[in-house]
């Protein structure tokens, strides 16, 4: 057992920081917002290039041939600089959808949750979209529409492009997921600390104060808890142990955001400040498929198929 | 990332398991909580079992007499006896995961000598002297004086919390040496003898009914100052080696125990009608979440402290932080399942949940982990 990162992942996982740093740094990301929610199909070819959409897909089909582990290593990745755009969705169409793997083509999902996300960007969707109704989304950057109950949520519709691959999506939507609320509550965490050492009150930087250490201490708690629970299911790809890194993500990100604003103070809610961003990403994230109460509901069932035999 | 066990480590599993099934059957039955003597016996029997089967002091290094165990091994030893249901450490504690290991990492070769192979053999008991009564918490604010007199060091003041005072035969002992340095400079680490004169042991009653640790009074207890490990004053870098180690692996069985409780818990809940209850059945779900994901923490931690030549990183801290409320959540849902049966002492799960309230406090109090985990892992500035 050597439950670390290998040098291979680690060097993809700089490669990958290095990357989005270049490509969607904060100022990128601001800009973003001022924009509004247009899809930066550049980015989009650019991170198809590098990989990120093939990562999964065997070499000899022009993959990278990486595993589970990898994808949610760059997913991570993406989740830490709030990356916009269906990545998600594009990832799981490697190989399915024309253009899918190489970022030519923009592939967004009907998610279990009955949302769309990017649904008038993409080029592609999977799923029934009938009837969808937009929203007014929270987060600035992941245009939501809302799919009628009636209308279903299978990957078969409107756009449909061949069959799911031999592992079912929702799992890996919610392993996914839980790898970007990872990142972005790894970033919150850091956020809130670079602010507590610099922001000084009373004479002395606020981090100095315990009650602003132990908010600090406890989002790193709760990331480091979260990522082994978040590396380990990418090892098993089994349905509980994602189902509870999933939980341990969303709390993750959720919190870490809130007390990241509250570390902040007033400056924390204004739209100047990230922290915003931080917050309403993670809420977005919570609502997709495997969500609380569909994975606390999965691991209660799994107690008592363990034992109540 | 790689969860699955070399095959070295899978016949490690495979014989220690083998050996556990041959001898628990035989063990003689575990003797009631306040029966001191023969919770003593009990123990040091098990380790006599350990010894002789060449399991004792596994984590140990070589050259102190244990096994050299990896982490990994050592991970897996803690995992298969809690599943087996085998003997914890008890009475042993102090011995083999703090007191041993600090005399093997800065004892002189008599010292290894005269201390670590009854320890190993189940013959000798150890206590904690750290923690005083105004000295919790701030440990290095501890006021136990000891000067030097000949060839002894005469010792007075008085310690708290200390398990098994009682039946021990040694207490690691920290003593200030120089009362006019900083607070964490005079102080130096001794091994006292439990039958000095001038030791008196108190028993302390927990909320939970039972005697688990006592006062101990000290009046002018002589020490040979042979028995001091580590130089005059420097007794606060030598608990600090060590501290770690207690925080690292002491909890790996707990967690595969809560785990194994948790599924009692959800098959209770299915017997007496609870389960419907959606509202608790996914805190029961969120709780096996809890615990999976404290065991891959376990895990990444031995991983990472095996790459590191067993050093274990602070990690531990972040760890027990979370775990400690993990534990009291657990208890506090099972109390819920139980309904007004949760209010009998007679049901394991009550007495279980009172005993859990202490884990925030023992070994660094969840405010002072916070404060651990802000400073040294976060980099945030010491503060008033």
Known sequence: MDFQLTDDQRALKAGVRELLAARFGRERLRAAVDEGPRLDRALWRELGEAGFFALRLPEADGGVGLGLPEAVLVFEEAGRVLLPGPLIATHLAAGVVDGAATGETVVTAVDGGGLVEWLAEADVVRGDATGAEPLRPVDPLTPLHRVPVSGGAGLTGVRP????????????????????QLGTAARACETAVQHARAREQFGQPIGAFQAIKHLCAQM???VELARAAVYAAAVTADPVDIAAARLLADEAAVRGARDCLQVHGGMGFTWESDVHLFLKRAWTRTQRTGGVTESEELLAADLVSAVGR | ??????PEEEEFR????????????ALPPKPSPDDWPGRRAYDLGWQRMLYDAGYAGLHWPVDAG???????QHLIYLEETEKAGAPYVGANFVGLLHAGPTIASEGTPAQRARWLPPVLRGEEVWCQGFSEPDAGSDLAALRTRAWRDGDDYVVSGSKIWTSHAEVADWCELLVRTDPAAPKHRGISWLAMPMDAPGITVRPLRTLAGSTEFAEVFLDEVRVPVSHRVGAENDGWRVTMVTLSYERGTAFVGEVVACRRVLGEVAREARKNGRWDDPALRRRLGGLNA???ALW???QWNVSEAQRNGGVPGVGGSVFKLRYSHARQELYDAAAEVLGPEALDLGREWTLDRLSSLSYTIAAG???IQHNIVAERILGLPKGR
């Open chain 1, 161 to 180: 492009v061949g069959s799911t691959g031999a592992l079912p999506t929702a799992p890996l939507t919610s392993l996914f997921t839980a790898a970007e």
């Open chain 1, 220 to 222: 790193l708690v709760r």
């Open chain 2, 1 to 6: 990332m790689d969860l699955t066990y070399t």
């Open chain 2, 14 to 25: 495979a014989r220690l398991r083998e050996w556990l099934a041959g001898v628990l059957p």
């Open chain 2, 66 to 72: 244990g096994r050299g165990a990896t982490p990994t």
């Open chain 2, 290 to 292: 809890e615990f999976r």
């Open chain 2, 296 to 298: 891959r923490l376990t």
């Open chain 2, 365 to 367: 109090t969840s405010q």
